[in-house]
């Protein structure tokens, strides 16, 4: 397998999706050892620094990419397979922003009142007990909490030669903020441009569902991806609407949209679609048999656009192989790094 390491200067950092120049051409079966920094772009570094004096609105999410795939063209799937999320600093940073958040009036949410106030939390990382520390600011509060590696924004250009910024997610992928994308996660992303184009970064080190004020411990994160193409028309199946991610007991599909009840049923209705082509199931007996064994999520509400999940345990079907066995072929890549 082809290596590539990159660590981006400040210069190389992409902040759209779409419009940005790639900064490397790839072969399928290309492992990628990457670093992201955080989606402050590390300027928010002390609880005393207010995201209002030392962000620049223009230079917030930092993407880690593009990245041309070669072979890759409309109609193609990319499987990014997440083999190892570690954090690359020693602390993390969360905020307040001023109408950001789910709790709170926004440009688009108009009301009367004030901003919530502006406070910074720095959670300091245990890499032996593997946990972040959260301190309350007016209290002696204090609790351990579990690191939970994961990458906040995947996604390829989208279609139409939109250029979408890197806060937004949609059927490109984007600023999803889930959870669920992992290690040990594959990611299948529908192609829209020859070479996909596609790039990675949000490190969160730790969320919990929904992302309620819209910062995450968001820190620097040491990521190694495996890159595998799927040409389309494979075994008669194109590529996804929304995109889908993969783990070893799940189906996942991610929905972005506003209001966020669109958001839910973006993600049910491209589930609807996955079980169809896994079980040759029609709509109706794919939408009784989600509607008694899906988990429905909340990834975030607080983006341009609202992220919500539909997951299936595999426990609950029949045994299966998306793709062709896809994910299992890459975790067997994985396990031979």
Known sequence: MDVVEFRPEPSQYAWTFGGAAPTHRIKPGTVLQ????????????????????????????????????????????????????????????????????????????????????ELTWIYQLDRDRGTVLFEAHRSDFRAELPIAPMLGTVGVAPAGREVRSSLVPDKFGGNMDTPELRAGT???????????????????????????????????????????????????????????????????????????????????????????ELFGLDRLHAYQLLTQVSASPIANVVDVNYSAVTKVAKQFLPAADAYGGMHRYLREQAAAL
């Open 186 to 276: 594959t990611v299948y992303l529908g192609v829209n441009v020859e070479g996909a184009l596609f790039s990675v970064g949000d490190g969160h080190y730790r969320q919990g569902e929904g992302e309620s004020c819209g910062t995450a411990v968001e820190g620097a994160m040491d990521a190694t991806l495996i890159v595998e193409l799927i040409k389309g028309g494979h075994n008669g199946i194109w590529a996804p609407e929304w995109p889908r991610l993969e783990h070893d007991d799940d189906y996942v599909v991610v929905g972005s949209a506003r209001p966020l009840e669109d958001a839910w049923r973006a993600s049910q209705v491209g589930m609807i679609a996955w079980l169809g």
């Open 34 to 117: 990457l670093w992201t920094e955080d989606a402050f772009s590390g300027r928010l570094r002390r609880p005393t620094d207010r995201p209002s004096e030392v962000l620049d609105i223009t230079e917030v999410n930092p993407q880690t990419g593009p990245f041309h795939v070669e072979g890759a063209e409309p109609g193609d799937t990319l499987a990014l397979h997440v083999v190892d999320l570690v954090p690359a600093r020693d602390w993390g940073a969360s905020t307040t922003i001023p109408f950001f958040g789910a709790l709170t009036g926004t440009d688009r949410t108009a009301l009367l009142q004030e901003p919530l106030p």
